[in-house]
């Protein structure tokens, strides 16, 4: 069971959830071909995935990968990250999308919502760090969010 007491669990859960939330918002908008709103909805993403996605790359995966995590791999999710967010600039930087576009950035959410779900499980590993790990960790989650990069910066 995922123990939401933990301030790290409890902290970084609130932010995965508005992560798969505008993940989720984005690709329906796109499927629907509501690509104004989408790129509304995609600002809002790349404030919010900035410091959620540094934390994870920098700090959360490599504290996983001690503890022996074996599905913790630069390859597989900080590639998935990349993809996604090149879909998000893709739709940020571009005022206009031809077909092939939209369609890379169509897939490119849906790779998103895929690692979001795939990052969730990751979640309950958090709790099998002690605690001196876990309020090291909180600190930095907070000071990257205090930071407030946004992820097209990362």
Not at 43 to 67: F, S
Not at 122 to 130: A, V
Request: charged share 35%.
């Amino acid at each position: 069971m995922l123990d939401t007491h933990s301030p790290l669990v409890s902290e970084f859960l609130k932010d995965h959830q508005q992560f798969s939330k505008l993940l989720l918002a984005v690709s329906t908008l796109l499927e629907e071909d509501k690509i104004e709103e989408a790129r509304q909805r995609a600002r809002e993403l790349d404030e919010v995935a900035g410091p959620h996605i540094e934390y994870e790359e920098r700090e959360l995966y490599a504290r996983l990968k001690e503890l022996g995590e074996t599905r913790v791999t630069n390859e597989l999710l900080v590639g998935e990250h990349h993809r996604i967010r090149d879909a998000m600039k893709l739709l940020l930087e571009n005022e206009s999308l031809d077909e092939q576009q939209l369609q890379e950035a169509r897939e490119g959410f849906k790779t998103g919502i895929k690692h979001a779900e795939h990052c969730g499980s990751l979640i309950s590993l958090m709790t099998r760090l002690d605690p001196d790990q876990q309020k090291q960790s909180l600190v930095v989650l907070r000071e990257l969010r205090d930071g407030g990069r946004k992820w097209s910066e990362v």
